[in-house]
Each structure stands twice: as structure tokens, then as C-alpha cells.
């Protein structure tokens, strides 16, 4: 304290310097207008330089976040891109693959091509019309299948429609296989969705995993062997526990089912003869 007083003891006549200035500033622009407005003018002026470059300052520290920000919805971005990708390039493979194991199958037979007319989805047994009929050479008994796999089979064939029994019904039951290891069962549809059905009666020695593909077994006159049907997707014991019930993803999407074809069977009239014969007898 004592050497701030000294300080301004040595300096007092530029303190009162300093003083008489401000004062007579104050005098100047406090009572004269025009100087008072070119003060106020140039007040503001400085004002709002200083606050601009403040606001400025601040927006250029604030660019650390934002570019922090910015980094890390690119790298989320980045990874969505990959996984769409890896989804894509699953997807077109599978669909590349389904195509393939339909191709070969159906090597050598005749296919009839229709649209459907009227589809149900929500009962217990659903039905499918099909626009063409027995003017087109369609008969009973003959299989259905879509772009992806087995629709299922010919119920009623009228002059020109025909009626469909799908997988999606209580009723349908279609002989199928694990493609990888040769293990058949049956083809059925519990209700509930329509993308899943079940394989039941698979033997409790047979060798399957999940993601194994189901095709066909030929063990019929309507479906080849080796049409795709769908996918192993979970697996349980059956009731009486003596085989394994398999649940299916299907690849035919039944919500959105447009065109079909019709499988013409080859000339198997010794195979069905036989067949019926026996059938017959055990009535």
C-alpha cells in the first residue's frame, strides 16, 4: 500500500493530467449533441466489432466439437454402409444360390406360367387361385412353385383357374430333405406366421444344423427332388420324442406372392398306377 501511494505522489501531476482529460471529454460530448452522437456512434461501432469478434473467436473453438461430432456420425455412417453391404452382397448370394438349386432341379421338366388371382394368409387353411386351368393343361396333383421355392400343389382345376392348396394350409404335407445330408421329413404349417413351417418325423440319428437348406426329396410324383423350400432355423423334440421337429424359414414370401409356375410332370404313369394300387388295397 505504501509504495502504491508513493507511486502516485511521484506521478500526481499526470494523475491530475489524466483527470482534468476525462473530464473535460465528458464535458464535451455530455453537452454538445453532435459530438455526443459521433461518441455514440463510434461507441457502438466498437462495440459491435468487439462482440463480433468475439462471437467469432468462440465459433472457431467451437469447431473442435463440431468436428468431433462430425467424425463420429461419419464413422457411424461408414458402418452402416459396410453392414448394408455385407447384407447385400448376403442377400444377392442366397438369392444366386436358391436360383441355382431350383434351375437344376427342375432340368427337364415343363413349367406352365401363372399369376395369382386371390391369396389368404390368415386361416387355418388358406387357399390360393391361380389364373390358369385346364384349358392351359393344368391338372390336379401338380406342384406350384414361386421365383424362390415350392408354393405348393394344384387342389381344383377349372376350364381356365385353378385352385392352389399352399404350404400355409392344415391340410398340405410335402416330402423334404436336408439338402447337406439327405434326411427327409414332412412339410407342414401349424398356423401362426407365414414366412415359418415345421419338418416333422426327422429322425433322431439325423445330422443337421441351423442354416441348413431344405429342398424337395423327390420322394413324389409332384415335386422334383432338390426344389429349395426354405431354411433350418430353430429345432425342438417332437411330442412323443422320438424324432426332431425342425422349424423352417420359408423361402417363398407368401404376403408377396404374384407369379407362380406349374410344374408339368414327366410321364410317370407306371409310379402313380402303383401307387393307387396300393392305396386302394388298404381300404
Not at 465459433?59 to 461408414?78: D, H, M, P, S, W
Not at 427332388?225 to 414370401?253: C, E, N, Q
Request: glycine share 8%.
Amino acid at each position: 500500500m505504501r509504495h502504491l501511494i508513493d507511486f502516485l505522489l511521484r506521478h500526481d501531476h499526470w494523475l491530475l493530467f489524466v483527470l482534468l482529460e476525462i473530464f473535460s471529454i465528458t464535458l464535451l460530448f455530455r453537452f454538445n449533441s453532435y459530438q455526443g452522437s459521433v461518441f455514440f456512434t463510434c461507441a457502438n461501432g466498437a462495440a459491435g466489432f468487439v462482440h463480433k469478434t468475439a462471437e467469432q473467436v468462440s465459433q472457431y473453438f467451437g469447431l473442435t466439437e463440431v468436428n468431433r461430432q462430425l467424425t463420429n456420425r461419419n464413422i457411424a455412417l461408414e458402418l452402416q454402409v459396410e453392414q448394408l453391404s455385407r447384407a447385400l452382397e448376403r442377400f444377392n448370394k442366397d438369392t444366386t444360390q436358391i436360383a441355382s438349386l431350383r434351375e437344376d432341379a427342375l432340368l427337364g421338366c415343363q413349367l406352365i406360367d401363372a399369376q395369382v388371382v386371390n391369396n389368404s394368409l390368415t386361416q387355418a387353411d388358406n387357399y390360393i387361385t391361380i389364373d390358369k386351368g385346364r384349358a392351359d393343361g393344368i391338372r390336379p396333383e401338380m406342384g406350384v412353385i414361386s421365383g424362390y421355392g415350392v408354393v405348393g400343389i394344384v387342389y381344383l382345376a377349372g376350364e381356365h383357374y385353378s385352385v392352389v392348396l399352399p404350404v400355409l394350409n392344415s391340410k398340405s404335407s410335402i416330402s423334404c430333405k436336408i439338402r447337406r445330408t439327405s434326411y427327409f421329413g414332412f412339410l407342414k404349417w401349424d398356423g401362426g406366421s407365414s414366412r415359418y413351417a415345421l419338418v416333422k418325423d426327422m429322425p433322431r440319428h439325423s445330422e443337421f444344423s441351423l442354416g441348413d437348406t431344405i429342398v424337395t426329396s423327390g420322394h413324389s410324383a409332384v415335386f422334383p427332388a432338390g426344389i429349395p423350400v426354405g431354411t433350418v432355423d430353430d429345432m425342438t423334440d417332437s411330442h412323443d420324442g422320438l424324432s426332431y421337429l425342425l422349424r423352417v424359414k420359408l423361402f417363398t414370401d407368401f404376403a408377396r406372392l404374384n407369379d407362380v409356375c406349374v410344374i408339368v410332370p414327366a410321364d410317370n404313369g407306371e409310379q402313380t398306377a402303383l401307387e393307387d394300387s396300393i392305396l386302394m388295397n388298404n381300404l
